[in-house]
């Protein structure tokens, strides 16, 4: 009965068993929630996209010029390579973190590429 409690079984101070990472290590699928946040993120900026495409290209007023049809590609452009993040992120290979991290980086252009387009559509507008 002179035992004391601190002596009870104590885990091992080895990490390292089966199922633990070391801190350096990277993870082996990204954590939950970082792809549905991804897919949702796609798809508002794609439905954004689709709606100002709609409006600035079939609803609002004035003439079409050379600016607007080259503002326009750009923004066809921006909406495919959205299309190709959303695939992307739909594909069973994604929980990969590098296979992710370029499909971020996919998603990171097409946002770039449409930003660019409505800069040039504002140009344009203001322009005229």
């Known amino acids: 009965m002179g035992r004391d409690m601190s002596e ?16 350096g290590a990277s993870p082996e ?6 792809r549905p946040g991804i897919i949702t993120a796609i798809t508002v900026f794609l439905a954004f996209s689709l709606a100002f495409l709609r409006y600035w290209g079939f609803e609002a007023p004035g ?3 050379g600016y ?3 503002s326009a590609c750009v923004m066809a452009v921006s909406v495919l390579l959205q299309l190709v ?4 992120s ?14 971020v980086r996919w998603f990171v252009l097409a946002v770039a590429v449409m930003m660019i387009g409505v800069l ?4 344009e507008v203001v322009l005229t």
């Open 90 to 103: 739909l594909r069973l290979e994604d929980v990969q973190p590098a296979v992710y991290r370029v499909t």
């Open 8 to 23: 009870s079984v104590q885990p091992s101070s080895n990490p390292s068993g089966p199922g633990t990472r070391t801190a």
């Open 29 to 34: 699928t990204v954590p939950w929630g970082y």
């Open 68 to 70: 607007s049809v080259f």
């Open 85 to 88: 993040a959303l695939f992307r």
């Open 120 to 123: 040039l559509a504002a140009f």
């Open 63 to 65: 003439p079409w010029r």
